[in-house]
């Protein structure tokens, strides 16, 4: 038996989800990688790009069946204080960052949560929670390379 390919993404909220893959903020950027679904299901992703998956994109496998793509939990900081003093250095610093109403999220940085905590009196947290940061000025998800 081979194994099922998915060559593309697609947004249809109407399609019938036959799986989820949870994965990671960093495994969701990919061009050509082996998944394993929540259901133990491996499969190819052969994207012509390389792209950043969101919470929620559903890849399309070549047999007809839709895996939903979900934020896995993963180790970050819950940071929360003066908000946007907080969300400018972050930024400065390129972190990609989650807003959650009254605190941040990012990535577990021990040198960034230092800087926040020590320097910018900031309240930081260890926390595992899924991480969907907000997206680039120029299109939706993370900001990658694009022509101007």
Request: glycine share 8%; aromatic share 6%; with cysteine.
């Amino acid at each position: 038996m081979t194994q099922p390919v998915a060559h593309h993404v697609t947004h249809d909220h109407s399609a019938q989800v036959s799986d989820t893959c949870a994965l990671t903020y960093d495994a969701r950027l990919m061009r050509r990688k082996v998944l394993t679904s929540d259901g133990g299901t491996s499969f190819l992703v052969d994207l012509e790009h390389t792209t950043s998956l969101n919470d929620g994109d559903l890849l399309v496998l070549d047999d007809g069946r839709f895996v939903r793509v979900t934020a896995a939990k993963e180790p970050l900081f819950r940071v929360s204080g003066d908000m946007a003093r907080l969300a400018w250095h972050i930024g400065n610093r390129h972190m990609p960052c989650q807003f959650a109403g009254d605190h941040l999220l990012i990535l577990r940085d021990p040198v960034i949560g230092h800087m926040l905590k020590d320097h910018l009196g900031a309240e930081v947290t260890e926390v595992d929670a899924p991480f969907v940061p907000e997206g680039g000025a120029y299109g939706h998800g993370r900001t990658l390379p694009h022509a101007h």
